[in-house]
């Protein structure tokens, strides 16, 4: 059963980080994915929009996938996923192959056996769990 890190590794993680992906940014004002990179924004972070659609959002070039964001934006800390629950494993997959450093799943962002898998390759993963709120409690 995959069971978070403790709140302290979490913490130090946002800390640490500086880069994030958000997978599965909308450009739509009223989504989830963006309210939450717009105040991880705010908290300083450079946000790599991936969304295959989008030209730009939030003021920052989107890319149209993990691997094309990390080739043209540089190191990634952390892959934010705003994804469901189905496209998980595949991404997964993909974060395994270009060896990112950590893994988000959002709150309602649940796979259990692809968390395991991201885990025991040595990927940082935190599933079902908002990082903005974690953010905003550091402050």
């Not at 500086?18 to 994915?33: F, H, K, Q, Y």
């Not at 540089?74 to 892959?79: L, S, W």
């Not at 990927?123 to 908002?130: L, P, Q, S």
Request: with cysteine; charged share 25%.
């Amino acid at each position: 059963m995959f069971q978070n890190p403790v709140r302290s590794e979490i913490d130090a993680l946002l800390k640490r980080a500086r880069t994030i992906a958000v997978l599965g940014l909308s450009e739509d004002p009223s989504r989830p994915s963006y309210h939450v990179a717009e105040e991880l924004q705010k908290f300083g972070y450079r946000i790599v929009p991936v969304n295959p659609v989008a030209k730009e959002i939030l003021g920052e070039k989107s890319w149209p996938s993990l691997d094309a964001a990390i080739r043209g934006a540089g190191p990634i800390d952390v892959v934010d996923v705003f994804r469901r629950p189905e496209h998980v494993s595949a991404i997964v997959d993909e974060a395994i192959r270009l060896e990112v450093p950590a893994l988000w799943l959002q709150d309602g962002v649940i796979d259990e056996a692809a968390a395991l898998r991201a885990r025991d390759a040595g990927i940082f993963t935190v599933m079902n769990r908002c990082m903005f709120r974690d953010r905003s409690a550091l402050a």
